[in-house]
């Protein structure tokens, strides 16, 4: 009731007010600045829908349309049209430029619905998510927009924003309205390849898919063996290039340069603890070794973005179950080692039994 009250006699007041002079703002930006107020006006649009004050001009335009032997008809329709199929194209652009299925299965129905006139499901399932796709849409907008503006394109009924919008247009218009079709489409699909082949080719990207484990792996391990956590070159603990592990001051063991991101666990037995920024994880082996997997060196400042976990503290794990992944090229871009040591912190002796690089899940070291 409160809710109510206040929205009643507060905030609807403010907002109806808001959105009439955002209406008449655009208004007189398009009226008066021709071709680059109707560039503005594109460009502002879908920001416009975002925060719902894009309802605001249904009455404008009602007023418009009544009034169109004087004024001939709207000027909103026709950009509203291009916004929307500048988005359609953007979320079809991305169809076609991303490897993930489940993307490619949102961008079918939405970039469709969006060059049919609802576009709500391809900014906020798409293009926004990304991007640079909305950045490309709203480019393509302001391009069709001021041919719109220029060519004086108005619309003689509400109808369908989008494709269908066509038949809404003075019929002297069409040609000069499909010509902004085209022009609104084609900026946002040249857009959208420019802006995510430079800068979003990660989100293109189909997700990583996880190696299955093998169950004789996982029921074959021995107490006094250490299994691989991860795949790649291997060298004593003391060639490590932090010097804290390089002098054993953390226990002795090894330091793995991984070439894959699956983190998996050395041994039969339980998690001791998972750090909070997920860089590092220590387990405790059915013989009572205590073992620290440390991913990375100065990870620790990533805040845990690069590292999936798997488990909590408190788990039971099995050799060879993951237990974390690990985006390997985005340690590297924040310009840190993805060097991965990997110790006894209690002291117990082993036998390395590899000098140069190891497979995941293989045998790595014999507790003595």
């Known amino acids: 009731m409160i809710t109510a009250a206040l929205t009643f006699l507060f905030v609807g007041p403010l907002l109806r007010e808001a959105g009439d002079l955002l209406a008449f703002g655009l208004s007189w930006l398009y009226s008066t600045l021709g071709f680059l107020g109707g560039a503005i006006f594109g460009l502002l649009y879908a920001p416009i829908t975002i925060t719902g004050m894009h309802h605001s001009f249904s009455a404008i335009e009602t007023q418009l349309i009544a009034a169109a032997e004087t004024t001939g008809g709207s000027f909103i329709f026709p950009i509203a049209s291009m916004n929307n199929v500048a988005q359609g194209a953007a979320v079809l652009t991305v169809l076609f430029l991303t490897k993930n299925e489940k993307l490619k299965s949102l961008c079918t129905a939405s970039g469709i619905s969006a060059l049919l006139g609802i576009t709500?499901?391809?900014?906020?399932?798409?293009?926004?998510?990304?991007?640079?796709?909305?950045?490309?849409?709203?480019?393509?907008?302001?391009a069709g927009s001021a041919w719109i503006a220029g060519t004086k394109t108005l619309a003689l009924a509400m109808g369908a924003a989008g494709l269908p919008g066509i038949i809404?247009?003075?019929?002297?218009?069409?040609?000069?309205?499909?010509?902004?079709?085209?022009?609104?489409m084609a900026t946002s699909v040249v857009m959208t390849v420019v802006l995510m082949?430079?800068?979003g080719q990660k989100e293109l990207e189909a997700p990583k898919k996880v190696k299955a484990i093998e169950a004789i792996q996982l029921l074959d391990a021995q107490p006094n063996v250490l299994y691989a956590p991860m795949s790649g070159s291997i060298r004593p603990?003391?060639?490590?290039?932090?010097p804290m592990f390089a002098s054993k001051a953390m226990g002795d063991g090894v330091v793995i340069t991984p070439s894959e991101g699956t983190l998996v666990s050395p041994v039969n037995g339980k998690v001791m603890m998972v750090f909070p920024t997920k860089h590092a994880i220590g387990l405790q082996g059915e013989n009572g070794e205590e073992i620290l997997i440390h991913v990375g060196l100065d990870t620790v400042s990533l805040d845990g973005k690069p590292f999936d976990v798997l488990v909590k503290d408190g788990d039971t794990i099995r050799a060879g179950q993951p237990l974390m992944h690990v985006d390997l090229e985005a340690i590297r871009e924040a310009r840190l080692s993805t060097e991965t040591p990997v110790v006894i912190t209690n002291g117990k002796a082993f036998e390395t039994?590899?000098?140069?690089?190891?497979?995941s899940r293989a045998e790595m070291l014999k507790l003595a």
């Open 353 to 359: 039994l590899h000098e140069e690089r190891v497979e």
């Open 197 to 199: 082949k430079k800068f």
């Open 168 to 184: 809404s247009i003075a019929p002297q218009s069409w040609l000069n309205f499909a010509i902004g079709l085209g022009i609104s």
């Open 120 to 142: 709500e499901p391809a900014m906020f399932g798409v293009t926004l998510k990304l991007k640079y796709p909305f950045y490309a849409a709203i480019i393509g907008s302001a």
């Open 237 to 242: 603990v003391s060639a490590c290039s932090d």
